[in-house]
């Protein structure tokens, strides 16, 4: 059966919809019943991050040189990022957070996420997770990974100010949020996800707009990280990109020119 330009391989239902795996010109893509692709991987290179939002993702390390302690995920897909982390960081500790047990069934089956130790996969709805260990966790996580979306868009329970208050609470002085948004600029609820980040991380946030899609990758740095050098961070991207080809140069340059109202909370020109 043919669906969403490819070959349907695996379809299942759950109370949140259908979930359905198409392959098509070796690559494997999950959909949630509708054309988006929430994860996709390339059968003879399954290391090799596919999806550009996925990549733009991966600009944290632009500014932490490493990860050797806990960060949080909310949202696993096909496990692109969380294998990513898992393969370059082999002193992290990830926690994912995912709410639907198909989408973490099929990510073992599919898309070869591994079972490994410093791997814990909850099933448990992510705002209410945060939410109830704001004061337990407390400057927990060095990162914190936010790409909860469903067949229409952002998660309802993440998208309000009382979350991403919560977020902060859980994130190390220094640590960073990561977020996967959609719609563009001018969306409605881009605009106001943006005022609340800024609020609540006092304007030190960089938005990452993907080239020729809809997502566009928030980043939000707590109080105690430092200005950096827009030189160091050129010198660093070149070197990232070797390491792990990915276009950090590429991003960077995006980060600068489309933050000119805040750039200067986080980079230094």
């Keep these: 059966m043919h669906k ?6 695996y379809q299942s239902f ?9 392959e098509s010109d070796g690559m494997i893509s999950l959909h949630f019943g509708s054309l988006p692709k ?28 490493i990860l050797n302690d806990e960060a949080l995920l909310v949202g696993l897909g096909g496990g692109s990022l969380t294998r990513h982390l898992l393969q370059n960081f082999p002193h992290c500790h990830l926690k994912v957070v995912e709410y639907r047990r198909d989408v973490v069934n099929i990510a073992r089956s599919h898309f070869d996420l591994p079972i490994d130790p410093r791997l814990k996969i909850i099933v448990d709805d992510g705002a209410r997770y945060i939410r109830q260990r ?3 966790h407390s400057e927990h996580y060095s990162l914190i990974f936010i790409d909860a979306f469903d067949e229409s868009g952002m998660a309802e329970s993440i998208c309000n100010e009382a979350f991403f208050d919560a977020c902060k609470s859980i994130l190390k002085t220094d640590g960073m949020m990561i977020i996967n948004l959609w719609g563009g600029t001018n969306n409605p609820q881009f605009q106001q996800v943006a005022l609340w980040l800024g609020r609540i991380f006092d304007w030190k946030i960089l938005f990452l707009p993907v080239a020729d899609r809809g997502n566009i990758i928030g980043l939000a740095f707590n109080y105690q990280n430092p200005i950096f050098s827009l030189k160091n961070l050129r010198q660093r991207a070149t070197t990232l990109e070797q390491l792990y080809q990915i276009e950090f140069p590429v991003f960077l340059k995006d980060l600068v020119k489309h933050n000119t109202s805040v750039i200067n909370n986080v980079i230094r020109k």
Excluded at 4 to 9: A, E, S, V
Excluded at 14 to 22: A, R, S
Excluded at 50 to 57: F, K, N, S, T, V
């Design 4 to 9: 969403h330009n490819g070959r349907l391989i």
């Design 14 to 22: 759950d109370d949140d919809g259908i979930l359905e795996v198409v």
């Design 38 to 65: 929430q994860s996709t991987m390339c059968l003879n290179a399954p290391d090799i991050l596919q999806l550009p939002y996925i990549r733009a993702m991966t600009t944290w390390v632009l500014f932490k040189e």
């Design 134 to 136: 704001s004061d337990s």
